[in-house]
């Protein structure tokens, strides 16, 4: 089993930054990828960015490439993302996820969601 727990959302004006955490904890999280999606109103939940927690490489979903930056601290078994030059479309639910070692990042693939935080950049 694994647990993720999001904090750092909130409202910021267009052009702002942010920097969301997921602490992540469990027997076997090691074994896992660790990621970030989002779901904005109306819209299917979409990928965001994700890294891996041995080697540090990250992949981005190309509507973020460039503004987030996704990290881990492995001494605290945490992964960040941060958000800058945010524009109104980034507004979300950003769901920090997991996924076993070696498996997609699909949205029907991930094996845990954390419960969520809330992005809301006003224009």
């Known amino acids: 089993q694994v647990q993720l727990v999001e904090s750092g959302g909130g409202l910021v004006q267009a052009g702002g930054s942010l920097r969301l955490s997921c602490a992540a904890s469990?027997?076997?999280?090691?074994?896992?990828?660790l990621g970030w999606f989002r779901q904005a109103p109306g819209k299917e939940r979409e990928f965001v960015a994700r890294?891996?927690?041995?080697?540090?490489?990250?992949l981005y979903a190309e509507s973020v490439k460039g503004r987030f930056t996704i990290s881990r601290d492995a001494s605290k078994n945490t992964v960040y993302l941060e958000l800058n030059s945010l524009n109104a479309e980034d507004t979300a639910v950003y769901f920090c996820a997991a996924v076993r070692i070696g498996s997609s990042w699909s949205v029907d693939s991930i094996d845990y969601w954390g419960q969520g935080t809330q992005v809301t950049v006003s224009s």
């Open positions: 890294i891996g927690w041995i080697g540090g490489r990250a």
């Open positions: 469990g027997r076997t999280f090691s074994a896992y990828s």
